[in-house]
């Protein structure tokens, strides 16, 4: 059982370095045909997200060592990953950190559903939001 829990987490973990290095043809490898996401911009399909991947790597610079998993559970067909990103803004060369939370859903070694969610972690200088 546990092998089979790791191998859900390298699943996940794979998909992280396949979106750093935006990596499209690579998808299969870890997706589902008929992969659903489902974000804060509204549900996704399989190109729908290797748009994403484009979008966010236009606004972003990212390199190997971009993406870093600092938890992950995994229960049933469900990883859940909390992981840190440290990018910089394309337009400014500016470091931004983002912190995401992601639960993928996992049959046969592919992700077939995920849900995700990122916010920008504010530097502590940085003055407090009202």
């Known amino acids: 059982m546990n092998d089979a829990r790791e191998a859900k987490k390298a699943v996940f973990r794979r998909l992280v370095e396949i ?48 993406f870093e998993v600092n938890d992950q559970f995994v229960e049933g067909e469900k990883v859940a990953t909390r992981m840190t990103a440290r990018v910089k803004v394309r337009a400014t060369g500016e470091p931004i950190t983002l912190i995401g939370i992601n639960l993928a859903r996992i049959v046969d070694g592919r992700i077939v559903e995920e849900w995700n969610t990122w916010e920008q972690l504010q530097p502590p200088d940085a003055p407090a939001k009202p």
């Open 19 to 66: 979106y750093a290095a935006a990596d499209l043809a690579a998808l299969d490898e870890v997706m589902a045909p008929d992969y659903v996401g489902h974000a804060s911009a509204g549900d996704r399909d399989l190109e729908g997200f290797r748009q994403s991947i484009l979008h966010f790597h236009g606004l972003f610079a990212y390199d190997q060592d971009s």
